[in-house]
């Protein structure tokens, strides 16, 4: 007969995947899109009664709100390969396409955002602020170079490009450090924020390096 610990480990190892298949997902996607109906409840609020939810100035809030959650999930995508790695979980990695399509959407809502609320959709006015506002010029490369790991992220892509995809899918590395140039750029004063997402960037190269020096 088994020991208790022995059947705890059996119950577990076989209730964990089962749990994971088919709960994991689904809880994630409402966990990713809870920013996004938050901002539309607060969006709604705003509309009955101004300078209720938002501030002073709702568009510049909406467009900020917007650039830090892209800021947020494409850290949350990156770190996904080091919890696999440190938590020895590798069921962690079904989850990383989920997480970089909500990073992708999430700064495709920025940019709309700023289009629309900011740029009023002046195309004049775009054009100058990408040619003379640095901190646009870097967040638009940032989100031109995301749109071909979007495209590419599904396993037909992948099996398609084979070794091409993931040289292509390391542009993230470039991706979240111009985000973050991005944000430096722009903050005036108060750079906590910058400084503890460019930690934590570089605590993830780190345990990439150690984990690439360890294989090797
Ligand atoms: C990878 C792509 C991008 C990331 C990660 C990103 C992230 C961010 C972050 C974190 C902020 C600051 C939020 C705060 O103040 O707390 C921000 C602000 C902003 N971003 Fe982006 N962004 C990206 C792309 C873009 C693009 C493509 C545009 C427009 C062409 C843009 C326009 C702006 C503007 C106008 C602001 C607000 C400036 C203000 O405070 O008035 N961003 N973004």
Redesign the pocket.
């Known amino acids: 007969m088994a020991t208790p610990s022995r059947s705890l480990l059996c119950i577990r190892a076989w209730i964990c995947p089962a749990i994971f298949d088919h709960v994991a997902k689904p809880v994630l996607f409402v966990l990713l899109s809870l920013p996004l109906g938050w901002l539309g409840f607060a969006i709604a609020g705003e509309l009955n009664a101004p300078g209720s939810m938002l501030g002073a100035d709702p568009a510049?809030e909406v467009?900020?709100y917007l650039?830090?959650w892209?800021?947020r999930l494409?850290l949350l995508t990156l770190s996904v390969s080091s919890v696999r790695r440190l938590a020895r979980f590798p069921k962690i990695l079904q989850l990383r396409r989920m997480i970089g399509l909500f990073a992708f959407s999430y700064?495709v809502c920025?940019?709309t955002a700023?289009l629309g609320f900011?740029a009023e959709f002046d195309l004049l006015l775009i054009k100058e602020?990408?040619v003379e506002r640095t901190?646009?010029t870097v967040?638009?490369l940032?989100?031109l170079l995301?749109v071909p790991l979007a495209v590419t992220s599904t396993n037909r892509w992948r099996r398609r490009l084979g070794a091409t995809w993931r040289k292509l899918h390391r542009a993230i590395y470039l991706?979240v450090p111009?985000?973050l140039v991005?944000?430096l750029w722009?903050?005036k004063d108060q750079y906590g924020?910058v400084v503890v997402y460019a930690m934590i960037f570089l605590a993830l190269m780190l345990e990439r390096l150690v984990a690439h020096r360890r294989a090797s």
């Open positions: 510049v467009v900020r650039g830090e892209s800021i494409l700064v920025h940019f700023y900011l602020d990408l901190y646009i967040g638009f940032g989100l995301l991706i111009l985000g991005h944000l722009l903050t924020e």
